[in-house]
């Protein structure tokens, strides 16, 4: 004998029945934050290089003729710090509005569900993206270092003996075999790359002795007169110092803009991360009321 079932039963059993299946897993809905790890990093890295192409970047401020560093810098900054947030805002309304809801729980339990997902939505964009923010920053502490090396050899850099100048010795060498007579050429140049190389290490200073063995040096291997081969090396040994405080500024510019450039990373980032959690939480909220925008995403 069979009864017969109303309709309407069978549907509430039926849904009964799939609201309980959901509710036997676990909580965390990772195809809905996977969702949002790719349109955070989508949006991401499409707005950075966007930017990037525009000058709007971290490692060059004197990228664009004409344009002031620093104005350049605040918009450089700026930029970044809106992508950063927006970004991680879309990502998390993406999942807050995928989500799965479990029906076990009140608004507000629902909400920091929801919330939750668009922080797991943050930490893993955030993770995605760390080799690029990083490479970044890494890009300009090597710049750093590298202009603190140039500015430590800018005047070996200059001289054709640049690789004897790594030997500590070099220079007291040459000064035990110092004579009066003209010397080769290229042994003259060698040497003289050492004595600038000396100088460059200290304080950019070439010592009185080795300006007036340089003169001669100069002087017996050119034709010109002594004062004309001292006014040279005064020359030479100015221009070598300025590229020294070039690099040397260049050092300090580097890594000023490494220190700022990390501390901005890190405190949009947690700005992100803060409107990723209400992001999703109202990605939450319209995905319970069916808010559809329609006005602004038409069926056709």
Sequence with gaps: MSMDTPAGIAIV?????????RDRTGYVDWPAIFAGIVLAAALSLVLISFGSALGLNLVDFNAREGASPVLIGIAAASWFLWVQ?????????????LRRRHFDADEDESDMRDGAHGLLVWAGALVLGAALALGGV???????????S?????????????????????????????????IDPGLARDEAG????????????????????????????TGLTPEEAAARVDQVTAA???????????????????????????ASSLVAAIGA?????????????GTAFADVFRRF
């Design 240 to 266: 070598i110092e300025t590229a020294r405080q070039d690099a040397i500024e260049a050092a300090r510019i580097a890594r000023n803009t490494a220190i700022i450039a990390a501390f901005l990373l890190a």
């Design 138 to 148: 890494g890009a300009l502490a090597g710049a750093a270092g590298s202009a603190l």
């Design 277 to 289: 959690y209400w992001a999703a939480q109202k990605g939450g909220n319209h995905r319970d009321s």
């Design 13 to 21: 059993e039926t849904t009964t029945s799939a609201a309980l299946e």
């Design 85 to 97: 947030i927006s970004s991680f805002m879309a990502g998390g309304y993406l999942t807050g509005r």
């Design 194 to 221: 050492r004595i600038f190389a000396r100088a460059a290490l200290g304080d950019g200073t070439v010592a009185p002795d080795d300006r007036a063995y340089l003169a001669n040096v100069v002087a017996a291997n």
């Design 150 to 182: 140039t500015a430590t050899v800018a005047a070996s850099n200059v001289a054709e003996g640049a690789a004897d100048a790594a030997d500590p010795n070099a220079y007291f060498i040459d000064t035990l075999f110092r004579a009066d007579t003209p």
